[in-house]
């Protein structure tokens, strides 16, 4: 299996995107300042901007794993779509499909409560 195949793509561990990995490195930077006396932070609760940054941070890298585990639904999705195009006109028994797609299933209703209760 080729590296650059969806399926391969999918299972590998999940990497932040450009724009979050900058929103960490601006948030890492802007950690150093926590807790400074100056008055201007504390006027504006600076701290406080600080822990919601970090928790909309905690929340994009749940997105991005999300992201990923959906990527591994679309792929088994793609390989059941093979096999039902391989096996034409050789009937497939309700039950062995129903074994096919039960995980599938579960799978993304598990991503879709995720993002469900994140919203």
């Given at each position: 299996m080729a590296a650059h195949s969806p399926i391969a793509s999918a299972i590998s561990s999940p990497r932040p995107s450009f724009a979050f990995s900058r929103l960490q490195d601006l948030?890492?930077?802007?950690?150093?300042?926590?807790?400074?006396?100056?008055?201007?932070?504390k006027i504006i609760g600076f701290d406080q901007l600080l822990d919601e940054l970090?928790?909309?941070?905690?929340?994009?890298?749940?997105?991005?794993?999300?992201?990923?585990?959906?990527?591994?639904?679309?792929?088994?999705?793609?390989?059941?779509?093979?096999?039902?195009?391989?096996?034409?006109?050789?009937?497939?028994p309700p039950h062995g499909l129903h074994a096919l797609l039960s995980p599938v299933q579960q799978r993304l209703m598990q991503s879709w409560n995720q993002i469900s209760d994140m919203i």
């Amino acid at each position: 299996m080729a590296a650059h195949s969806p399926i391969a793509s999918a299972i590998s561990s999940p990497r932040p995107s450009f724009a979050f990995s900058r929103l960490q490195d601006l948030r890492a930077t802007l950690e150093r300042l926590r807790g400074c006396p100056a008055d201007p932070l504390k006027i504006i609760g600076f701290d406080q901007l600080l822990d919601e940054l970090g928790e909309i941070c905690t929340d994009l890298d749940q997105l991005n794993h999300i992201n990923s585990d959906m990527g591994i639904t679309d792929s088994a999705l793609s390989m059941l779509l093979l096999l039902l195009d391989a096996a034409g006109e050789n009937p497939i028994p309700p039950h062995g499909l129903h074994a096919l797609l039960s995980p599938v299933q579960q799978r993304l209703m598990q991503s879709w409560n995720q993002i469900s209760d994140m919203i």
